[in-house]
């Protein structure tokens, strides 16, 4: 498999991509010492059993990755991903670009029915009837030159693509089920899914105190803390991890001294940046007048669930998912479920294919229009 070093050779095998009806892609890269993702490798490969195959290292010196970026903008060719929102993540991130049209085998395959967030290796013991080599799956891919195991590793990852995406659009072409991919990978090429607000990162904290002072001075911390992270292109764990920001939420130093009775936080956060940034923002959140309090949304206020209905609505998603042969996640979450069993009718889950797998059957149970119906190992819904 050729190793691309240059933009003219890119430019050459993008060109021959655009001629072709899609291309798979990969990515290798690295994030356990960054913020963002460090791209290492893209690798590509062209349809046909020994289609031209190539690797791109966009590590090398004076190499242009735009001929790649003009390709993703080539509408006439399907590029091909399995799992895309890391590597998505990175295009849009560097570039701003998505590729499309996009064909994400992992949804494809999950609405095909072969299982929740289904890996790579499975579809290709499964469709390809081969077996992969994982070895080098972690090791580090900024070294070069690279070795035959990582070269083998990265080839593999698109060369066996090809087989499994004709086969899943093939699937997909048969059911008619083109549209419920299509809604989902939407969700991959909107630019909200990858767009980072410092204001909104507290949002992603699990607690179990919703108090409003509570929460505010833990919307201040982790606002400090992504800020400083995307800064310094650092981990946001680099900065404090969620366990320490909780406890710097309960505790509410006020000054060096009491940071430094933090039985959690990492002796070179207790000075320097880190620790006046620590201060600022407690010092923010117990200041906040209540009015301004975070509010909780999706989940995270407090919610009077029917734990009844709760329990019956997963055993109609059981009952449809295997009827529809969809991954029961892809449909509806546990969250979704019992916001279901609390009142609230809106959301994904009412929207598009999932009403109409589920949704719909979902609002009728709730209003207690129909009941399930247990027949041998068969659940069905019968009218009340």
Known sequence: MPCITTTDALARFCDAAKTAPYVTVDTEFLRERTYWSK??????????????????????????????????????????????????????????????????????????????????????KKIARQSLDKTSRF??????????????????????????????????????????????????????????????????????????RFMAIVRELAQFRESHAQARNIPRSRVFKDDVLLELASTRPTNLEELGASRLLLREA?????????????KAGLETRPEDFPKLEDGREQVQVSTALADLLRVLLKAKSEAAGVAPKLIATSAD????????????????????????????????????????????????
């Open 39 to 124: 791209l290492c490798l893209v690798q590509m490969a062209l349809p046909g059993k020994d289609g031209p195959a190539v690797m791109v290292d966009p590590l090398a010196e004076g190499l242009s990755l735009e001929p790649l970026y003009d390709l993703f903008r080539h509408e006439a060719t399907v590029k091909v991903f399995h799992a895309a929102r890391q590597d998505l993540e990175i295009f849009f991130v560097e570039a701003g670009v998505f590729p499309k049209p996009l064909f994400d085998t992992q949804i494809a395959a999950m609405v095909c029915g072969f299982g929740e967030q289904v890996g790579y290796e499975t579809l290709v």
């Open 139 to 212: 090791t580090d891919w900024t070294r070069r030159p690279l070795s035959e195991a990582q070269l083998t590793y990265a080839q593999a990852d698109v060369t066996h693509l090809r087989q499994i995406y004709e086969f899943l659009a093939a699937e997909l072409k048969k059911t008619g089920r083109e549209a419920w991919v299509e809604e989902e990978e939407a969700i991959l090429l909107n630019p909200e899914t990858y767009i980072t607000r410092p204001h909104e990162a507290w949002s992603r904290v699990k607690t179990r105190t919703t108090s409003g």
């Open 270 to 282: 207790r000075r320097g940046e880190i620790a006046e940034g620590i201060l600022v923002a407690v």
């Open 337 to 384: 479920l019992d916001a279901i069993a609390a009142g609230k009718l809106d959301g994904a889950v009412m929207q598009g294919w999932r009403r109409e797998v589920f949704g719909e059957d979902a609002l009728r149970l709730a209003r207690g229009e129909i009941a399930l119906s247990a027949r041998g190992n068969s659940v069905r819904v019968v009218p009340v």
